[in-house]
């Protein structure tokens, strides 16, 4: 299946898609330091919990790479303050720190190896950021298989923001399950909500699909629930930024609500998400962190001023509690309530499930 | 209280406010003839259903003062054009075409009693439309105070769109009753919904409260699930387009996923609407016609693309039920269920309450 790629690692730096010029302007830029990835972490041009979490670890990777320590003692002393400079982003996706705790534990593997050669620490630390890649794709395309046999054989299906390759630097993860399910024969179309403010539903997901030839209908936020209630959905797919133990789930604002019209209209509503999204640390939803970024978001749009000088609220995300949520996918199988003891059995499964 | 006035009659023609372009700029149109208004009502540059129905009654007393019949025949001949041009314009604003039909009354009776004198007639239509025009203004104040007495002393409220000053003419129905409220000392802050596609919400609402000094949060339309289970907001009131004998009302899209949502959390939700938008003729809001608009507004913002090419849904409209709704505001005091025989009650009961 071929689909765009937001993010790879090239012998010039780490080449990036800008999604903030998208559907406009195809742009790639190559970051050559970490300094720049963080920025473009930070500034959205990159998004999505499974890309940030690719763009993270190649971020440390290049940190390291391109690190003007001369001894093993000045890269170690250097390595916090990269990977300090990388986690302060974004502060609700779980893959950030995912990745960054990955690249920690391989940075110490191979600095204790290390005869002081700094050579062979860079090669592993760029092989470990690749190999992150790899196995995000690997993730995305198990969490597509499961996914698929939950979608309707024909009929509207329901996303929100962009849980796509743009997000994942695989095939996505909800969109994912939707590619997997169109590639087995579901004739799918696809509800897409445009999710203001940043509008990765109209801008990224809508393009994402119209590359691919995938069906879709552009709607806005607020249409979700008359469209529920006046036509058949079979099923509705998201991605997540962090689950909680208890399978409650933080993702785009928005989210939450399209759970509360699925509940009211009965139409399944599915999480689609990497193991690596969980994070069995906190008990419930309540505890996870919840972004909020500027006003000018909501003020502006594309740099056109569309409301008066006025406060504003942008929570970036928002939870959705367990109890909305019909099964969570992963690419160890399919959670379902309660998700205390799925989740838990999921997260303790061995890896090698996937192959 | 001093609002924006959306519509004046002036020596020139009908003055509108051209809301299309607020908030970046405040301009005038004056029309001087039906086709002008027509086109005025379809294109937006005047919304919200009473003051759709003032302009619909302005607009047919300037085709009957400028109309070039010479004899009563000529004018009579020409009266249903005027009439169907303006009713040809929004199809679901049910005060659109109440103020037709008051309209077509008084023209009956002006030509019944008429001697072949066309100075007569054309004096009492342009009476009768400001007649409508100061009876809305009444009836808004009429519907703040049965409202105000629904709101909290203090804390957050929330609408949706704009059935504010620039929606009716008056002080707004939904924002009356939050203006009369604010004014008999209730300590409010208004939760505004942006309100895509057309942001009545970010561009009309945001600036009328500002205007007026009123508090305000902007949000946009998928923050409202969120809000409402992280905040505490103390009612929701909005306007209505078209409410069915049974209590479902049709109202801007949004509207009925925010009334779901109220319900899942227990906020109190409001319809503040004058006895004219009741369509008695229809037992419930699955006989309501709903406006599909052009693509462009979901597609594009300000002229600016933000979405590829792709297929649009773009509802105007949808049906809150009646099961959803707390209380309906009326001029003649407030509806509960079951709405079939408190609305027809208050239907049926004198205009004369209002005074």
Same mark, same amino acid.
């Given at each position: ?193 445009e999710t203001r403010p940043y509008l990765q539903?109209a ?18 936020d ?25 399978? *409650?789930?933080?993702?785009k604002i928005g ?38 970024r500027s006003p000018e978001e909501v003020t502006h749009i594309?740099?056109?001023?569309i409301a008066? *000088?006025?406060?504003v609220a942008n929570p970036a ?39």
């Open positions: 299946m071929h689909t765009t790629q937001p993010i790879e690692w090239t012998p010039e730096g780490v080449r990036m898609l800008d999604q903030r010029r998208l559907p406009a302007e195809v742009v790639y830029i190559t970051y050559t330091d970490y300094v720049g990835i963080a920025a473009g972490i930070r500034d959205m041009v990159i998004r999505g919990a499974p890309a940030i979490g690719v763009a993270a670890a190649m971020g440390v990777a290049i940190g390291v790479e391109r690190s003007a320590a001369k001894s093993l003692d000045e890269l170690r002393a250097e390595f916090p303050r990269i990977c300090d400079t990388i986690a302060r982003t974004r502060p609700t996706a779980m893959d950030l720190f995912w990745a960054l705790e990955r690249m920690k534990q391989r940075f110490a593997a191979a600095t204790s190896d290390s005869n002081d050669s700094l050579a062979p620490i860079r090669a592993a630390m760029i092989a470990e950021a690749q190999q992150v890649h790899l196995e995000k794709k690997a993730i995305d395309e198990a969490i597509g298989r499961f996914g698929a046999e939950l979608m309707p054989r024909e009929g509207r299906v329901m996303t929100q923001c962009n849980a796509g390759a743009l997000a994942t630097a695989g095939i996505g993860t909800a969109l994912g399950v939707i590619r997997v399910a169109v590639e087995q024969g579901c004739k799918l179309t696809v509800l897409v909500p539903g801008r990224l997901t809508a393009w994402e699909l119209q590359q691919d030839g995938i069906p879709l209908t552009l709607i806005t607020n249409m979700v629930g008359h469209i529920l209630k006046t036509k058949q959905v079979g099923a509705i797919v998201v991605g997540a930024d962090r689950i909680a133990a208890n399978g *409650d789930t933080a993702n989210t939450y609500q399209i759970a509360v019209l699925a509940n009211e209209h009965k139409v399944p509503f599915y999480v689609a998400a990497p193991i690596s999204t969980l994070d069995l640390s906190i008990p419930g939803g309540e505890h996870i962190p919840i972004e909020e594309q740099g056109v001023r008066p *000088d006025v406060s995300f928002d939870v959705t509690p367990a109890r909305l949520v019909t099964a969570i996918i992963t690419e160890r199988g399919v959670a379902r309530a309660p998700y205390t003891d799925s989740l838990r059995r999921l997260a303790d499964s061995s890896a090698t499930a996937l192959s």
